[in-house]
């Protein structure tokens, strides 16, 4: 009998067991335990919230080693065929004059929150200002600056891009102005599903337009306006460009026609596109713009 009251309380409490580590949503009262379904629930959630923080704190462990990480430089020039082709735009915002509101989007609010965190972590805490862009067309892409973004002490000027690239295409990015001059153009980039993260050095053209504005010291000068117009064109004054080359063009000078719409400066960013080391199409590849980019101003 005694032999079979122990076989019973085995049973029993192997039973019970089972149902606390298997069952949450109903009632246990086993060997002292007492859990409820509320309680149980709110365990449930205080796990999946440690492991999103887990999982945000990761996210921005890696974007930060990204902007720490060296850039890569494109040695090659422009290619002809099977590219993508954006237009980067630099227009004045001036007071009073009707530009269209420009609202920051979840990419840039994700940078932000980024650079903040990585702040508070102690890595790379530097003032940054972030300059929406506006996309027009699909290749246009617009930027405003202010008088008082052209004062600033720009150690770095970063255009960022999130591509969609459903087949997984290398992607090479050069900026015809700087390939004309035998320069090479800086970036980085990361793949992350069938979308790449893609930032490019721009900061000879924030250079250009404070050159234009005659730098954080007045209006611009006979210099600076020579020296905007060779930078834009790639060629010096009185040179005819090569036909059928892509070039980059200045329009009018910083600080003058405040109410004018066209572009104060315009460069070319060309996207070219390959697979396993042989040219491709980016359009056919599905290689395009997934947000408007915009800009990150790094300043002391």
């Not at 572009?263 to 713009?289: D, F, K, Y």
């Amino acid at each position: 009998m005694a032999s079979s009251r122990c076989i019973w309380i085995s049973l029993f409490l192997l039973s019970g067991v089972t149902r606390f580590f298997g069952v949450f949503s109903r009632p246990v009262d086993t060997l002292g335990f007492h859990t409820t379904a509320d309680e149980s629930g709110t365990t449930l959630r205080a796990d999946v919230l440690r492991r999103w923080r887990r999982g945000v704190a990761e996210t921005y462990r890696e974007r930060c080693a990204e902007r720490a990480a060296p850039w890569l430089e494109n040695t090659q020039p422009a290619p002809e065929d099977n590219a993508t082709l954006l237009q980067l735009r630099a227009l004045p915002l001036t007071p009073g004059a009707s530009h269209g509101l420009v609202f920051p989007g979840k990419s840039l609010f994700s940078f932000v929150r980024s650079v903040y965190h990585c702040c508070q972590e102690g890595r790379d805490c530097r003032s940054v200002k972030g300059i929406q862009g506006r996309l027009r067309g699909g290749t246009n892409v617009e930027f405003f600056f202010t008088r008082e973004m052209l004062s600033l002490s720009v150690i770095r000027a970063d255009l960022h891009l999130q591509l969609s690239n459903p087949q997984h295409l290398d992607i090479h990015p050069v900026l015809p102005s700087l390939a004309k001059r035998g320069l090479n153009t800086r970036y980085s980039l990361w793949s992350r599903g069938n979308t790449v993260d893609l930032r490019v050095d721009l900061l000879f053209l924030f250079q250009s337009l404070q050159e234009a504005a005659g730098g954080a010291g007045g209006g611009p000068s006979l210099v600076n306006m020579r020296r905007v117009v060779f930078s834009s064109r790639g060629y010096a004054p009185g040179e005819k460009p090569t036909s059928g080359a892509q070039q980059d063009t200045a329009g009018d000078v910083w600080g003058e026609g405040a109410g004018s719409t066209r572009p104060a400066l315009e460069r070319s960013l060309v996207l070219g596109c390959s697979q396993a080391g042989s040219g491709v199409s980016c359009g056919t590849g599905g290689v395009h713009p997934s947000h408007t980019p915009f800009m990150a101003l790094y300043y002391r």
